[in-house]
Nanobody, 116 residues
Framework: QVQLVESGGGLVQAGGSLRLSCVAAGRMFSINAMGWYRQAPGKQRELVATITNGGSTNYADSVKGRVTISRDSTKNTVYLQMNSLKPEDTAVYYC??????????WGQGTQVTVSS
């Protein structure tokens, strides 16, 4: 079992920045990547970014150039640095632990609200 705890969400003005953190605990032996997803009201949950155990990253087109995913393996922590935030980035952001077959575990989510 893996537990994921997100933090760092909040209210920010358009153009501002936030850094989300996700601390992972538990048996990670089958996990090969970590990711961030988001879900806006009335919309489906969507991928924001992923990072593999080897450090390879992948980003949604909507956030490329504005968002950076990183990890500190010594702290079992994954980060999502978000810059130049837009109102359309408003959503609940979820941390995820991934296996090759897909998302294995979800965090509880953290709210990000970007005001115009």
């Amino acid at each position: 079992q893996v537990q994921l705890v997100e933090s760092g969400g909040g209210l920010v003005q358009a153009g501002g920045s936030l850094r989300l953190s996700c601390v992972a605990a538990g048996r990670m032996f089958s996990i090969n990547a970590m990711g961030w997803y988001r879900q806006a009201p009335g919309k489906q949950r969507e991928l924001v970014a992923t990072i593999t155990n080897g450090g390879s990253t992948n980003y949604a087109d909507s956030v490329k150039g504005r968002v950076t995913i990183s990890r500190d393996s010594t702290k079992n922590t994954v980060y999502l640095q978000m810059n130049s935030l837009k109102p359309e980035d408003t959503a609940v952001y979820y941390c995820a632990a991934l296996r090759p077959t897909g998302v294995a575990y979800w965090g509880q989510g953290t709210q990000v609200t970007v005001s115009s």
